[in-house]
């Protein structure tokens, strides 16, 4: 099946940064689209960003746009999102997706998951 793991996350000031990695192992991610979600308390899971298998097209939600990066290092098996100039509102627990089908900013359509790191952003 594969594993997926998120680290990263941490309490961080409004305006500073963070880079959250997302480690794959038990099988070769770099065959799959790779995304990030977010869930806030009590609010549903929200598409963030998502990357292609090579990394030559990237994917970002409006409110993260300009703002985060996502890319990717096949020969690591891993994919990053690095997120600058943070808002209180982006306080959530980010999760880590990979194999896509359907629409990709629907997390029905994402076959497996991370566990998910938090990320909190103080005003």
């Known amino acids: 099946q594969g594993e997926l793991v998120e680290s990263g996350g941490g309490l961080v000031q409004a305006g500073g940064s963070l880079r959250l990695s997302c480690a794959a192992s038990?099988?070769?991610?770099?065959?799959?689209?790779m995304g990030w979600f977010r869930q806030a308390p009590g609010k549903e899971r929200d598409f963030v960003a998502a990357?292609?298998?090579?990394?030559?097209?990237?994917f970002y939600a409006d409110s993260v746009k300009g703002r985060f990066t996502i890319s990717r290092d096949n020969a690591k098996n891993t994919v990053y999102l690095q997120m600058n100039s943070l808002k209180p509102e982006d306080t959530a627990v980010y999760y880590c997706?990979?194999?896509?089908?359907?629409?990709?900013?629907?997390?029905?359509?994402?076959?497996?998951w991370g566990q998910g790191t938090q990320v909190t952003v103080s005003s």
């Open positions: 990357i292609t298998t090579t990394g030559s097209d990237t």
């Open positions: 038990g099988r070769t991610f770099s065959n799959y689209p």
């Open positions: 997706a990979a194999d896509p089908e359907g629409t990709f900013t629907s997390d029905d359509a994402w076959a497996s």
